[in-house]
């Protein structure tokens, strides 16, 4: 017998699905961070920045790729991009991660995003134990 789909409301999914379906991830309700936890503008911003990424990954790209991440940072060799066309991200990370540093911003993951995968995405950051985690101007 098939699990039934939550129901829509006016056309929006229920919540936000820690595993996206369409990476296998199903509509019970351990794998669905309603809306009422989790605010539907800060749900749309996390898919602009991180499309169907699950939460380790993110947090990955937030431990070894910072620098190209963070659409606030400018690193050695970046191409320059016209501003509108990184404005809507800079909007997007203001929403979902406001002005925290590195290891904010992972927080914030962890906490409102990996939700039944916490200990996955912390494991993922014990091993990554003794990098340097840097300030969002680039500072340690």
Request: with cysteine; glycine share 8%; hydrophobic share 30%.
């Amino acid at each position: 017998m098939h699990e039934r789909k939550p129901p829509k409301q006016n056309n929006k999914i229920r919540g936000h699905h820690v595993i996206p379906r369409t990476r296998g991830g199903n509509d019970s309700s351990g794998n669905i961070i309603p809306p009422d936890v989790l605010d539907p503008s800060v749900h749309r911003h996390w898919h602009k920045l991180f499309a169907n990424d699950m939460p380790e990954e993110v947090v990955a790209k937030l431990l070894l790729a910072w620098d190209v991440t963070n659409p606030f940072m400018k690193y050695p060799g970046s191409v320059e991009v016209k501003e509108d066309r990184i404005s809507g991200r800079k909007r997007a990370w203001k929403k979902v991660f406001g002005d925290e540093d590195q290891e904010g911003c992972i927080k914030i993951v962890i906490a409102k995003f990996s939700k039944g995968r916490e200990e996955v995405v912390r494991d993922l950051v014990r091993n990554f134990n003794g990098l340097n985690i840097k300030s969002k101007n680039g500072k340690k």
